[in-house]
């Protein structure tokens, strides 16, 4: 995936996106070819490949870069706390909840997996004190995306804010009494 500052190329990148995004509203994921992709972004094969490796990889820009405007640095204040890290995530949920129900239908959660872990990572290495590896954000993007994923198929789904809750719960260790 293209990496560089160059605005001509993030703008078809996010054209890219949002043509992925408007054609999965249609079809199944599996059944959106490059070709067509490019057809509904208007831009070349050539474009496309200069730009991704495949279609997951467009997949994965828009999740880590929707992510990134709900995990940005001005969020954290210098430092993590955990009720701004939720409060965040749940900012995330509640507003792509869409594309999140398209992605569990479509078997894609190991690239919401991904997204989730980068950005973790991310945060965590500008503005953690003791951040030293990434096995936290592997644990940590594991569990969260099992939540979305169960919240999206809960039948009796509770509301964004109790999930909040729930989480922020876990993450501070008030939801399970383990002993040691």
Not at 66 to 94: L, M, P, Q, R, W
């Amino acid at each position: 995936m293209y990496k560089g500052e160059n605005p001509i190329a993030i703008e078809s990148m996010n054209w890219f996106a949002q043509a992925l995004l408007r054609l999965m509203k249609t079809m199944g994921y599996k059944d959106i070819i490059v070709r067509m992709l490019c057809k509904e972004a208007d831009l070349s094969r050539h474009t496309f490949y200069n730009l991704f490796k495949d279609k997951d990889e467009v997949l994965l820009y828009y999740l880590e870069s929707s992510a990134k405007e709900y995990f940005d640095e001005t969020n954290f204040c210098g430092e993590i706390k955990v009720h701004n890290f939720v409060e965040s995530f749940s900012n995330y949920i509640d507003t792509h909840e869409n594309l999140l129900r398209i992605i569990a239908e479509n078997h894609m959660e190991f690239l919401l997996h991904q997204a989730i872990a980068n950005e973790i990572n991310e945060v965590a290495s500008l503005h953690a004190k003791t951040y030293k590896n990434p096995y936290g954000a592997a644990f940590l993007s594991g569990a969260l995306t099992q939540i979305i994923i169960f919240w999206i198929y809960d039948e009796n789904r509770i509301s964004v804010e109790e999930l909040t809750d729930i989480i922020e719960q876990i993450m501070m260790g008030k939801h399970y009494k383990i002993e040691q």
